[in-house]
């Protein structure tokens, strides 16, 4: 069975006292990613649509690291593994950004428990910056032993990109440790068969001097195919996401299928379980799939793992056989997947709410939350439609756990109405909805476009049942996939 999870990985990781999610020593490869500790955010996923309180929105999502509580975790660490402990706490008496310890505690503590699920014949491999490669290279010698340090990588890619007062910044890096000297690996030669760095070439975005300098690296390239070249430790031929047009789904840290195929290919076989828990929109999870292994995906957010889930059934979707037996060989973990666990978690005091509203916003209906918790008189998310090539329409939602009354509705049609939104969604469960309720929301009238002669109700109440079974908000273009956030570039 291939899982997803919508977690912190570290509640995965450690399982609970009843369950452990995940056995010990069961992973093949792990691959991550995670965010860099950079000042952008990765939490801001989206390019806000034209809405009153957008900046709000995104101040509200300051840099995660720096607002992490790492004393805890810090605590944690010293039980687990002195000497990781003693370089975090030393680095704390250092002249080194709170935030950076931060970011390296949370890191440690999970690098820690990934290691333990690795097989002993397993390898890691931890995608990073220059930013932080350094203080985490640390972390890895540390946890896994620096006599299991196999690699660093450093990924060169080319784009358009202006560095003030420095040299451009073209690089990631990317650390390779194993768990034991058992560990598997199939040598890469480079050649043009492989398929890998050809799968950048369709497409290309940016400029005429950009392609020019993507040629002058195949001409190097196929000088060193010629001869058969067994792949070194730097890789130049691999384009970054947002440049192969085919490939891009928006998702800001989106790194590029060529890359995780050599990674899979050069550390597993067919079969193989491969984890990424940070998975983001899922690149190894499809990468892993394609090549017939068996995967675990993690993600804290809900937009990732219901992108992730898209992007795994989408191949299939012409297929209806394969699409049923790859889908029932997922397992989504961390949504309720029927009304009665959908009840417990509404009814899980504000915390569960708000989880709630999150799971109806960005999972079941492909939107965005708000991030400003709001009660009566705000809204609780929003989607984006297109209407047509060019327009984009906003609509609101509002998602009620219980405790419904027709005059929730009226107030819902003022806030639709002050949002200049086009259309209203409130969610609630289907023995709260009522006919004032219904008769209400048709008095807000229609949607101005018509499709086909269909009109659109500018109100819609909707169920928790209706969306649990499949049901999308009724728009002249509700097919389009996720476009709240393919728009976000
Ligand atoms: C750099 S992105 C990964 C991008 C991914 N490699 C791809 O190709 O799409 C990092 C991801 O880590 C997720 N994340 C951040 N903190 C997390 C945590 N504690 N547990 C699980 N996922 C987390 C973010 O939601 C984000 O999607």
Avoid at 49 to 54: A, E, H, K, P, R
Avoid at 390 to 417: A, C, H, L, M, P
Avoid at 436 to 443: F, G, N, Q, T
């Amino acid at each position: 069975m291939n899982r997803l999870f919508y977690a912190d990985c570290l509640d995965v990781l450690k399982g609970s006292e009843q369950k452990q999610e995940i056995e010990d020593e069961s992973i093949d490869l792990i691959y991550i990613d995670p965010p860099f500790n950079s000042k952008r955010n990765y939490n801001v996923l989206f390019e806000a649509v034209d809405m009153s309180d957008t900046k709000a929105q995104k101040e509200a999502f300051a840099d995660t690291w720096s607002n992490v509580k790492y004393i805890d975790q810090l605590v944690e660490i010293q039980r687990l593994h002195l000497d990781l402990y003693k370089y975090l706490a030393n680095l704390d008496s250092l002249d080194v950004p709170k935030s950076t310890i931060s970011y390296l505690t949370t890191m440690a503590l999970r690098i820690f428990y990934m290691r333990k699920k690795l097989k002993s014949t397993g390898s890691f491999y931890l995608h990073c910056d220059p930013t932080m490669s350094h203080y985490l290279k640390v972390v890895c010698d540390l946890t896994f032993n620096h006599k299991n340090f196999i690699n660093e990588i450093v990924w060169c890619y080319t784009g358009p990109r202006k560095t003030p007062r420095a040299f451009a910044r073209k690089h990631d890096v990317i650390l390779f440790y194993v768990k034991t000297d058992k560990y598997k690996f199939n040598q890469i030669t480079i050649s043009h068969k492989s398929g890998l760095h050809d799968t950048g070439k369709v497409g290309l975005y940016g400029s005429d001097r950009d392609n020019k300098e993507i040629e002058k690296r195949d001409e190097e390239l196929k000088k060193l195919e010629k001869k058969g070249k067994i792949l070194e430790d730097w890789w130049i031929d691999i384009y970054p996401t947002d440049r192969v047009r085919a490939e891009s789904l928006g998702y800001p840290t989106q790194k590029p299928e060529s890359l995780l195929e050599r990674i899979i290919k050069a550390s597993s076989s067919e079969g193989d379980v491969i984890a990424d828990f940070f998975c983001g929109c899922g690149t190894t999870i499809a990468v892993a799939q394609r090549l017939n292994r068996k995967w675990i995906g993690v993600d804290i957010s809900h937009l990732a793992v219901r992108l992730i889930y898209n992007r795994i059934l989408e191949p299939y979707r012409n297929n209806n056989g394969r699409y049923l037996e790859v889908k029932s060989n997922i397992e989504v973990s961390g949504f309720p997947r029927d009304i009665a666990s959908a009840r417990d978690l509404a009814a899980g005091g504000k915390k569960g709410r708000i989880k709630f509203q999150d799971w109806v916003i960005e999972y079941l209906l492909d939107g965005v939350s708000n991030p400003k918790k709001v009660g009566d008189g705000g809204y609780d998310g929003y989607l984006t439609l297109y209407r047509d090539e060019k327009v984009i329409d906003v609509i609101i939602v509002e998602v009620k756990s219980g405790g419904v009354t027709v005059k929730n509705i009226r107030e819902f049609i003022y806030v639709v109405e002050h949002e200049k939104a086009v259309m209203g969604v409130f969610v609630c469960f289907e023995n709260e909805v009522t006919k004032p309720m219904l008769h209400e929301a048709l008095l807000a009238g229609y949607y101005d476009q018509e499709a086909f002669g269909i009109k659109y109700p500018r109100i819609q109440i909707m169920t928790i049942e209706d969306l649990l079974a499949g049901k999308t908000v009724a728009h002249p273009n509700p097919s389009m996939f996720n476009i709240t956030f393919k728009k976000s570039r």
